[in-house]
């Protein structure tokens, strides 16, 4: 019971951590966490619409 109600206080600072520090991620770094967040449901949806423009900004640097 505690680790359920630990779990999304855990994801709520964590995820306004990487809000507050989306521009120091590099595009491998935020590819990962949207697939990481695709596991968490709708949950999370809104860190989708905070990362997509930091990914395209740097689009260019991505390699095969």
């Keep these: ?3 359920e109600q630990a ?3 855990i994801f ?3 995820i306004k951590h990487i ?3 989306v521009d120091a991620l590099t595009v491998h770094e935020l590819c990962e ?3 990481l967040l ?3 449901g709708d949950s999370y949806e809104g860190v ?3 990362i997509e423009p930091f990914i395209l ?3 260019n640097s991505l390699s095969e």
């Design 1 to 3: 019971m505690v680790a």
């Design 7 to 9: 779990r999304p206080k």
């Design 12 to 14: 709520a600072v964590l």
């Design 19 to 21: 809000k507050d520090n």
């Design 33 to 35: 966490l949207s697939l």
């Design 38 to 40: 695709r596991n968490f």
């Design 48 to 50: 989708y619409d905070l």
């Design 57 to 59: 900004s740097k689009i």
